[in-house]
């Protein structure tokens, strides 16, 4: 997906890119998969959206998303404490705090 792609808003009260059909699934007990992107649009919607990150993206999902599953193996995070760093200037739980309280306020 392109850069501009990725930052066009969607015509719809809802923001996130989810079909309305997943996010029916996921508030009436969809499966874990429907629950899963739902989140990840959430995430990307709040990438996205959000003051302190919306100049910068999609380059932590970029960053993130560009390192290697292999170099993940038992729980190393050091990998995407450092795209995360270097993309937004956050760590995970930088970014967790900042997330939660998006949703919150959302």
């Known amino acids: 997906m392109s850069r501009r792609a990725a930052t066009r808003p969607t015509k719809s009260r809802d923001r996130s890119g989810v079909p309305p059909a997943c996010l029916v ?6 499966s874990r998969t429907h629950e899963l992107y739902l989140e990840s649009a959430l995430l990307t919607e709040f990438l996205r959206e959000s ?12 960053d993130v998303g560009s390192i290697p599953r292999s170099t993940l193996k038992n729980g190393n995070l050091v990998p995407i404490e450092k795209a995360l760093k270097s993309s ?6 930088d970014l967790e705090k900042a ?3 998006y949703c919150v306020n959302r």
Do not use: N
Request: charged share 25%; glycine share 12%.
């Open 25 to 30: 699934a996921a508030k009436t007990g969809g």
């Open 99 to 101: 997330f939660t309280q």
């Open 88 to 93: 937004i200037d956050w760590s995970i739980d």
């Open 51 to 62: 003051p302190q990150t919306k100049g910068r993206f999609p380059d932590p999902l970029d």
